[in-house]
């Protein structure tokens, strides 16, 4: 079945910066790749997605990157803000259709 | 918030008992997803079911089992509860439109003793 994998586990950046959360999954077919941010004692809400036919998507602050030749994508945030601290959760649609997440990385905005 | 709803929002059992949740989806999406969060993990996707049928199923054992109505809500059973069952346990709904968006449910923490 689909690997999805997430790096880091945990990223500290001081306010103002920009983090950077990478992703890696093993099958080709897959094709549609959410994130979802997760406050403390709160649902998974989606922030932004992108689908396989497009390299990349931006809104406002936040932007994703797709290689699906490599098989990565990654999620930007800029201009990092103390409410951008939380958990987030890169996932994968398969090739059946089921959406598969990754472990998480805890982002730690840093005054 | 999403038009997704859960119940209960807490649950407390023993070794042995059973459970059932419950998910009410969005207005308009036909498919159910059930997650497993343990705490500090990542969402384990249990099973998905479109129209009534159970059309997807991650890696749990067939103690954990479901159900969809024909109002496109959503059960999930656990038999024989273990204390590692302990999670919070999510639904999310989306339309069976290819590449959807999936919303999720606020969730019920589910505590085995």
């Known amino acids: 079945g689909e690997n999805v994998e997430q790096h880091p586990s945990t990223l500290s950046v001081q306010e103002g910066d920009s983090a950077v959360i990478k992703c890696t999954y093993s099958?080709?077919?897959?094709?549609?790749f959410p994130w979802y941010k997760q406050e403390l004692g709160k649902r998974p809400q989606l922030i932004i997605d992108?689908?396989?036919?497009?390299g990349e998507k931006k809104d406002q602050r936040i932007a994703v990157t797709l290689n699906k030749t490599a098989k990565h994508f990654s999620l930007h945030i800029t201009e990092t803000q103390p409410e951008d601290s939380a958990v987030y959760f890169c996932?994968?649609?398969?090739?059946?259709?089921?959406?598969?997440f990754g472990k998480g990385t805890r982002l730690h905005i840093l005054p | 918030e999403t038009g997704v709803t859960q119940s209960p929002t807490h649950l407390i059992k023993t070794r042995g008992q059973q459970v059932t949740l419950r998910c009410s989806s969005q207005s308009g999406h036909n498919t159910v997803s059930w997650y497993q969060q343990a705490l500090g993990q990542g969402p384990q996707f249990i099973f998905q079911y479109y129209r009534e049928e159970e059309n997807g199923r991650g890696n749990f054992p067939p103690r954990f089992s479901g159900l969809q109505f024909p109002n496109y809500s959503s059960e999930l059973n656990v038999n024989a509860l273990e204390l590692d069952d302990s999670a919070l346990y999510l639904c999310?709904?989306?339309?069976?439109?290819?590449?959807?968006?999936?919303?999720f449910g606020p969730g019920t923490r589910l505590t085995v003793l």
């Open positions: 996932a994968v649609a398969t090739r059946d259709d089921k959406i598969i």
């Open positions: 999310a709904s989306r339309g069976w439109r290819e590449f959807n968006e999936q919303f």
């Open positions: 992108i689908r396989s036919n497009v």
């Open positions: 099958d080709s077919a897959s094709n549609y």
